[in-house]
């Protein structure tokens, strides 16, 4: 049989990855139509064809995921939670009136998507990994204010390197009132694409000042930290990590695993609010989220006071952070057991 470029290792400096997309073989898709869903339908465009009128193009009916697969020490390629992630999608959806995708439906798309992509996934010991971000956007044609009647998922996968261009060393963030991404009763707790483009001028703002990210004060009181632009907060002190109870926040499946697995090292887990005031208390801080991993915090700049908390003066990750990131990379790589049945494996 002929072999096609396809059969070959893509030509890609795997350890240097940025976090950005590259062009894969296959994407798969999934319509929802007539009041059902479809077959899964695999594709190898990178275009779809879409009515001008569409509700996701006019009235923002867009959410999205993001996960990921690695290929472990032993070879073997594995997804991370991809169930949580699926009850996202669901509580996405629902938040802006669009059609759920079942469960069973998005595993099957995502064990699709890799394997049909199998030689994207990097290579063990690079520290990169296969990025799946499955979208579902209203299809239908509106004009007046009203859910699309028809919906399209689409699964895209693409290799990446750290979200965060420091990796796992700390960077410095901003701390802005001038700047809400969400509403205090909106969308903040989901996958909601809009939140993202809100986000953007505060985004930049902080890029060009220099900092990693802002980091976002509840939009109600702007008294407590909510969470980074593309990540959540945590911070640790007195052997407790300690990350915000907020409603406008995204409840990060990073975030979750990270609370078990310092449940597991024996630190106290505490959710609650976290008053700006509080941040020169913190013996460590850090970002986290399935691109941002775990990002450590070194310094936190309020911009309105100009107070500048600096919380790692040796600019190095701390010592709870580093540990809580090299066991979840473990578990993820398959380098240490899975106790709490994350990963699906793939044969
Ligand atoms: N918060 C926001 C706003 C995000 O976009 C993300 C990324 O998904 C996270 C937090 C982290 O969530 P997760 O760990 O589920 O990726
Ligand atoms: C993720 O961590 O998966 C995200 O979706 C963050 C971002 C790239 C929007």
Known sequence: MATSIKDKAPDLE??????????T????????K???????????????????????????????????AFRGVDGKIRVFRMEENAKRFIRSAEAIKME????????????????????FVPPYGTG??????????????????????????VMLVTPVGPYFKAGFKPTKVCI?????????????????????????????KAHEMGYSVMLYLDPKEKKYIDECGAANFFAIKDNT??????????????????????????LKVEERNITVEEIPTFEEASACGTAAVCSPISQIDDLDTGIKYVISPD?????????LYNKLRAIQYGEEPDVHNWNYIFD
């Open 241 to 266: 990590y300690i990350t915000p109870s907020s409603p406008s926040i995204l409840p990060s499946i990073t975030n979750m695993s990270l609370k078990q697995l310092a449940k597991d090292l024996g």
């Open 176 to 204: 802005s009132r001038e700047y809400d991404r969400v509403a205090p009763k909106g969308t903040g707790s989901v996958k909601f694409g809009g939140n993202y483009g809100a986000s953007l001028v505060a985004g930049e």
């Open 315 to 323: 600019n190095e990750p701390g010592k709870i952070t580093t540990q």
């Open 14 to 23: 795997w350890s240097t990855l940025p976090f950005s997309y590259v062009p």
């Open 100 to 119: 759920p995708l079942p469960i069973e439906i998005f595993c099957e798309m995502v064990k699709k998507v890799v394997k049909l992509n199998e030689r």
């Open 34 to 68: 007539d009041g059902k869903w479809g077959d899964i339908e695999v594709s190898d465009s990178e275009y779809i064809p879409l009515h001008i009128a569409a509700s996701s193009l006019h009235y923002g009916q867009e959410i999205f995921e993001g996960l990921k």
């Open 25 to 32: 073989d296959y994407n798969v898709r999934c319509t929802f």
């Open 128 to 153: 990169s990994s296969l990025y799946i971000r499955p979208l579902e956007i209203g299809i239908s044609p509106k004009v007046g204010v009203s859910p699309a009647t028809e919906y399209l998922v």
